[in-house]
Protein backbone atom coordinates (compact mmCIF):
# COMPACT_ATOMS: atom_id res chain seq x y z
CA UNK A 1 0.00 0.00 0.00
CA UNK A 2 1.62 3.59 -0.92
CA UNK A 3 1.51 6.17 1.56
CA UNK A 4 -1.86 7.90 -0.12
CA UNK A 5 -3.99 4.31 0.60
CA UNK A 6 -2.01 4.24 4.22
CA UNK A 7 -3.27 7.74 5.30
CA UNK A 8 -7.11 7.02 3.31
CA UNK A 9 -6.85 3.37 5.16
CA UNK A 10 -6.42 5.51 8.55
CA UNK A 11 -8.76 7.96 7.80
CA UNK A 12 -11.61 5.26 7.23
CA UNK A 13 -10.49 3.58 10.57
CA UNK A 14 -11.01 6.10 12.64
CA UNK A 15 -14.85 7.01 12.04
CA UNK A 16 -15.25 4.27 14.34
CA UNK A 17 -11.93 4.49 16.89
CA UNK A 18 -12.04 7.56 18.83
CA UNK A 19 -8.91 7.10 20.16
CA UNK A 20 -7.44 8.39 16.25
CA UNK A 21 -6.84 11.82 15.18
CA UNK A 22 -8.88 13.44 12.69
CA UNK A 23 -12.72 11.97 11.68
CA UNK A 24 -14.09 10.33 15.41
CA UNK A 25 -17.23 8.79 17.06
CA UNK A 26 -18.46 12.94 17.41
CA UNK A 27 -18.98 13.01 13.54
CA UNK A 28 -20.76 9.90 13.82
CA UNK A 29 -23.06 11.21 16.65
CA UNK A 30 -23.55 14.14 14.62
CA UNK A 31 -25.01 12.84 11.75
CA UNK A 32 -27.08 10.05 14.11
CA UNK A 33 -28.64 13.22 15.70
CA UNK A 34 -29.24 14.74 12.66
CA UNK A 35 -31.74 11.69 11.34
CA UNK A 36 -33.46 11.87 14.71
CA UNK A 37 -34.33 15.42 14.23
CA UNK A 38 -34.81 15.30 10.44
CA UNK A 39 -37.64 12.75 11.43
CA UNK A 40 -38.82 14.11 14.27
CA UNK A 41 -39.56 17.47 11.72
CA UNK A 42 -41.31 14.70 9.47
CA UNK A 43 -43.26 13.72 12.59
CA UNK A 44 -44.44 17.14 13.51
CA UNK A 45 -45.50 17.49 9.69
CA UNK A 46 -47.06 13.98 9.51
CA UNK A 47 -49.15 15.94 12.29
CA UNK A 48 -50.20 19.06 10.57
CA UNK A 49 -50.78 17.24 6.96
CA UNK A 50 -52.89 14.48 9.04
CA UNK A 51 -55.41 17.08 10.52
CA UNK A 52 -56.05 18.57 7.15
CA UNK A 53 -53.11 20.96 6.27
CA UNK A 54 -51.48 20.97 2.89
CA UNK A 55 -48.59 19.94 2.39
CA UNK A 56 -46.70 22.89 0.46
CA UNK A 57 -48.11 24.99 3.13
CA UNK A 58 -46.33 22.88 5.63
CA UNK A 59 -43.46 22.74 3.68
CA UNK A 60 -43.26 26.45 3.49
CA UNK A 61 -43.66 26.77 6.91
CA UNK A 62 -41.07 24.54 7.46
CA UNK A 63 -38.59 26.75 4.81
CA UNK A 64 -39.62 29.90 6.50
CA UNK A 65 -39.70 29.64 9.96
CA UNK A 66 -36.68 28.02 10.19
CA UNK A 67 -35.17 31.11 8.29
CA UNK A 68 -35.88 33.62 10.47
CA UNK A 69 -34.66 31.52 13.37
CA UNK A 70 -31.36 30.89 11.97
CA UNK A 71 -31.20 34.73 10.47
CA UNK A 72 -29.64 36.29 13.21
CA UNK A 73 -27.08 33.82 13.92
CA UNK A 74 -26.16 32.90 10.21
CA UNK A 75 -22.91 35.67 10.67
CA UNK A 76 -25.05 36.90 7.27
CA UNK A 77 -22.20 39.39 5.72
CA UNK A 78 -22.99 41.91 2.34
CA UNK A 79 -20.18 39.42 0.25
CA UNK A 80 -22.11 36.69 1.33
CA UNK A 81 -25.53 37.59 -0.89
CA UNK A 82 -24.36 37.01 -4.53
CA UNK A 83 -23.93 33.26 -2.88
CA UNK A 84 -27.83 33.54 -2.98
CA UNK A 85 -27.77 33.19 -6.84
CA UNK A 86 -25.52 30.81 -7.19
CA UNK A 87 -26.64 28.41 -9.72
CA UNK A 88 -25.16 25.59 -7.52
CA UNK A 89 -26.97 26.64 -3.97
CA UNK A 90 -30.00 26.86 -6.54
CA UNK A 91 -29.92 23.84 -7.82
CA UNK A 92 -29.41 22.05 -4.01
CA UNK A 93 -32.05 23.84 -2.66
CA UNK A 94 -34.43 22.57 -5.68
CA UNK A 95 -33.75 19.27 -4.58
CA UNK A 96 -34.47 19.54 -0.69
CA UNK A 97 -37.43 21.53 -1.61
CA UNK A 98 -38.60 18.97 -4.33
CA UNK A 99 -37.91 16.00 -1.22
CA UNK A 100 -39.59 17.37 1.79
CA UNK A 101 -43.01 18.54 -0.64
CA UNK A 102 -42.78 15.13 -1.77
CA UNK A 103 -42.36 13.67 1.50
CA UNK A 104 -45.12 15.52 3.06
CA UNK A 105 -47.63 14.58 0.76
CA UNK A 106 -46.24 10.48 1.18
CA UNK A 107 -47.06 11.07 4.78
CA UNK A 108 -50.52 11.91 4.40
CA UNK A 109 -51.43 8.42 3.77
CA UNK A 110 -48.95 6.58 4.94
CA UNK A 111 -47.66 5.53 7.56
CA UNK A 112 -44.45 7.21 8.97
CA UNK A 113 -41.83 3.85 8.77
CA UNK A 114 -43.25 2.92 5.23
CA UNK A 115 -42.54 6.27 3.89
CA UNK A 116 -38.60 6.44 5.54
CA UNK A 117 -38.48 2.91 4.19
CA UNK A 118 -39.30 4.28 0.41
CA UNK A 119 -36.94 6.99 1.56
CA UNK A 120 -34.30 4.94 1.73
CA UNK A 121 -32.81 5.13 -2.19
CA UNK A 122 -31.55 7.81 -0.88
CA UNK A 123 -28.34 6.42 -0.19
CA UNK A 124 -28.27 4.40 -2.82
CA UNK A 125 -28.64 7.58 -5.18
CA UNK A 126 -25.89 9.28 -3.06
CA UNK A 127 -23.64 7.07 -3.26
CA UNK A 128 -23.27 6.22 -6.67
CA UNK A 129 -23.93 10.14 -7.62
CA UNK A 130 -21.00 10.96 -5.68
CA UNK A 131 -18.92 8.27 -7.16
CA UNK A 132 -20.11 10.02 -10.81
CA UNK A 133 -19.91 13.26 -9.54
CA UNK A 134 -17.22 13.91 -7.05
CA UNK A 135 -15.50 11.15 -7.87
CA UNK A 136 -15.62 9.02 -5.11
CA UNK A 137 -13.80 5.91 -4.35
CA UNK A 138 -16.34 3.25 -4.58
CA UNK A 139 -16.35 -0.43 -3.79
CA UNK A 140 -17.88 -3.65 -4.52
CA UNK A 141 -18.55 -4.76 -1.24
CA UNK A 142 -20.27 -1.02 -0.12
CA UNK A 143 -22.04 -1.46 -3.25
CA UNK A 144 -23.54 -4.60 -2.93
CA UNK A 145 -24.67 -3.73 0.39
CA UNK A 146 -26.21 -0.89 -0.80
CA UNK A 147 -28.42 -3.21 -3.65
CA UNK A 148 -29.32 -5.36 -0.53
CA UNK A 149 -30.94 -2.03 1.31
CA UNK A 150 -31.94 -1.45 -1.95
CA UNK A 151 -34.07 -4.90 -2.34
CA UNK A 152 -35.58 -3.82 0.98
CA UNK A 153 -36.70 -1.09 -0.47
CA UNK A 154 -38.60 -2.62 -2.64
CA UNK A 155 -40.30 -4.76 0.20
CA UNK A 156 -41.56 -1.88 1.51
CA UNK A 157 -42.84 -0.27 -1.29
CA UNK A 158 -44.04 -3.50 -3.45
CA UNK A 159 -43.97 -1.95 -7.36
CA UNK A 160 -46.70 -3.52 -8.86
CA UNK A 161 -48.43 -5.28 -5.96
CA UNK A 162 -50.23 -2.60 -4.22
CA UNK A 163 -47.86 0.03 -4.42
CA UNK A 164 -49.65 3.37 -3.22
CA UNK A 165 -49.42 7.05 -5.17
CA UNK A 166 -48.10 8.10 -1.48
CA UNK A 167 -45.26 5.18 -1.87
CA UNK A 168 -44.11 6.83 -5.27
CA UNK A 169 -43.79 9.95 -3.55
CA UNK A 170 -41.93 8.83 -0.50
CA UNK A 171 -39.57 7.53 -3.67
CA UNK A 172 -39.74 10.43 -5.48
CA UNK A 173 -38.36 11.97 -2.03
CA UNK A 174 -35.47 9.74 -1.60
CA UNK A 175 -34.59 10.55 -4.54
CA UNK A 176 -34.18 13.88 -4.56
CA UNK A 177 -32.65 13.54 -0.96
CA UNK A 178 -30.01 12.02 -2.76
CA UNK A 179 -29.07 14.07 -5.05
CA UNK A 180 -29.04 16.84 -1.97
CA UNK A 181 -26.36 14.69 0.23
CA UNK A 182 -24.30 15.14 -2.92
CA UNK A 183 -24.35 18.43 -3.53
CA UNK A 184 -23.95 19.07 -0.32
CA UNK A 185 -20.77 17.06 -0.10
CA UNK A 186 -19.93 18.96 -2.97
CA UNK A 187 -20.16 22.45 -1.96
CA UNK A 188 -19.26 21.66 1.84
CA UNK A 189 -15.90 23.34 1.78
CA UNK A 190 -17.01 26.17 -0.98
CA UNK A 191 -19.15 27.80 1.95
CA UNK A 192 -20.09 27.94 5.52
CA UNK A 193 -22.27 25.35 6.88
CA UNK A 194 -24.31 28.72 7.92
CA UNK A 195 -24.56 30.18 4.76
CA UNK A 196 -25.42 27.01 3.02
CA UNK A 197 -28.42 26.35 5.25
CA UNK A 198 -29.73 30.20 5.39
CA UNK A 199 -29.61 30.01 1.54
CA UNK A 200 -31.53 26.74 1.15
CA UNK A 201 -34.24 27.71 3.78
CA UNK A 202 -34.61 31.41 2.45
CA UNK A 203 -34.70 30.28 -0.71
CA UNK A 204 -37.30 27.59 -0.64
CA UNK A 205 -39.30 29.64 1.78
CA UNK A 206 -39.62 32.25 -1.06
CA UNK A 207 -40.02 29.80 -3.12
CA UNK A 208 -42.82 28.39 -1.56
CA UNK A 209 -44.93 31.45 -0.56
CA UNK A 210 -47.23 31.38 -3.46
CA UNK A 211 -47.82 27.54 -3.24
CA UNK A 212 -48.71 28.56 0.98
CA UNK A 213 -51.01 31.49 -0.20
CA UNK A 214 -53.02 28.97 -2.19
CA UNK A 215 -53.21 26.53 0.02
CA UNK A 216 -53.57 28.86 3.41
CA UNK A 217 -55.91 27.17 6.28
CA UNK A 218 -59.25 28.68 6.88
CA UNK A 219 -58.01 27.96 10.84
CA UNK A 220 -55.04 25.84 12.28
CA UNK A 221 -55.14 22.68 13.52
CA UNK A 222 -55.34 21.53 17.42
CA UNK A 223 -51.10 20.80 17.12
CA UNK A 224 -50.17 23.65 14.87
CA UNK A 225 -49.18 25.77 17.84
CA UNK A 226 -46.14 22.74 18.83
CA UNK A 227 -46.14 20.82 15.19
CA UNK A 228 -45.27 23.57 13.45
CA UNK A 229 -41.72 25.22 15.01
CA UNK A 230 -41.13 21.28 15.62
CA UNK A 231 -41.37 20.90 12.20
CA UNK A 232 -39.13 23.85 11.26
CA UNK A 233 -36.76 23.21 13.88
CA UNK A 234 -35.95 19.64 13.76
CA UNK A 235 -35.54 19.99 9.85
CA UNK A 236 -33.30 23.09 10.26
CA UNK A 237 -31.11 21.88 12.81
CA UNK A 238 -30.84 18.29 11.42
CA UNK A 239 -29.70 19.33 7.95
CA UNK A 240 -27.27 22.09 9.87
CA UNK A 241 -25.65 18.71 11.59
CA UNK A 242 -25.53 17.14 8.00
CA UNK A 243 -23.61 19.40 6.68
CA UNK A 244 -21.12 20.28 9.04
CA UNK A 245 -20.59 16.20 9.13
CA UNK A 246 -20.15 16.53 5.26
CA UNK A 247 -17.39 18.76 5.61
CA UNK A 248 -15.45 15.60 7.25
CA UNK A 249 -16.73 12.45 6.40
CA UNK A 250 -17.48 11.30 3.06
CA UNK A 251 -20.13 10.18 0.85
CA UNK A 252 -19.98 6.49 1.63
CA UNK A 253 -19.92 6.78 5.18
CA UNK A 254 -23.14 9.41 5.88
CA UNK A 255 -24.90 7.20 3.62
CA UNK A 256 -25.12 4.14 5.64
CA UNK A 257 -25.53 5.93 8.48
CA UNK A 258 -28.54 8.00 7.21
CA UNK A 259 -30.20 4.13 7.92
CA UNK A 260 -30.37 5.34 11.39
CA UNK A 261 -33.90 7.58 9.92
CA UNK A 262 -35.17 4.05 10.32
CA UNK A 263 -35.33 3.10 13.99
CA UNK A 264 -36.42 6.83 14.56
CA UNK A 265 -39.15 6.83 12.16
CA UNK A 266 -40.25 3.32 13.80
CA UNK A 267 -39.90 4.51 17.12
CA UNK A 268 -42.07 7.56 16.78
CA UNK A 269 -44.43 6.04 14.33
CA UNK A 270 -45.40 3.64 16.95
CA UNK A 271 -45.39 6.39 19.74
CA UNK A 272 -47.10 9.13 18.04
CA UNK A 273 -49.39 7.47 15.65
CA UNK A 274 -49.52 4.21 16.48
CA UNK A 275 -48.65 2.46 13.39
CA UNK A 276 -46.63 -0.11 12.82
CA UNK A 277 -45.20 -2.08 9.27
CA UNK A 278 -47.15 -4.90 8.07
CA UNK A 279 -44.97 -8.42 7.88
CA UNK A 280 -43.29 -7.64 4.94
CA UNK A 281 -42.56 -3.57 5.25
CA UNK A 282 -41.27 -4.78 8.45
CA UNK A 283 -39.02 -7.46 6.78
CA UNK A 284 -38.11 -4.87 4.02
CA UNK A 285 -37.11 -2.68 6.77
CA UNK A 286 -34.95 -4.93 8.48
CA UNK A 287 -32.88 -5.55 4.84
CA UNK A 288 -32.27 -1.93 4.56
CA UNK A 289 -31.42 -1.53 8.29
CA UNK A 290 -29.30 -4.58 8.45
CA UNK A 291 -27.63 -3.23 5.13
CA UNK A 292 -26.86 -0.02 6.41
CA UNK A 293 -25.18 -1.41 9.47
CA UNK A 294 -22.81 -3.55 7.76
CA UNK A 295 -22.31 -0.65 5.51
CA UNK A 296 -21.11 1.08 8.51
CA UNK A 297 -19.05 -1.59 10.33
CA UNK A 298 -17.37 -1.75 6.47
CA UNK A 299 -17.00 1.44 5.85
CA UNK A 300 -14.90 2.03 9.77
CA UNK A 301 -12.46 -0.87 8.24
CA UNK A 302 -11.64 1.04 5.35
CA UNK A 303 -13.26 -1.10 2.83
Not at 134 to 147: F, H, M, N, P, Q
Not at 180 to 185: E, G, K, N, P, S
Not at 247 to 264: D, H, K, M, S
Request: some cysteine.
Amino acid sequence: MDRRGAVCHKRADSVLDPSMPGISLPHVAMVLGAMFLIVAGDTAGKTMTGQGMNPFFVAWGRFALAALMLAPLAGLRREDLPAFLDWRLLLRTLFIVAGICAILTALRTEPIANVFGAFFISPVVSYFGSAAVLKERITVARSVLLLIGFAGVLLVVRPGFGMTPGMGFALFAGSCHGAYLVTTRWLAGAYRPRLLLLSQLATGGLVLTPFALLHWPAEVSQGFAWAFPLSAFGSAMGNYLLVIASRTLPAGIVAPLVYAQIVAAMILGLVVFGDWPDSMALAGLAVILASGVAGLRLAGRGG
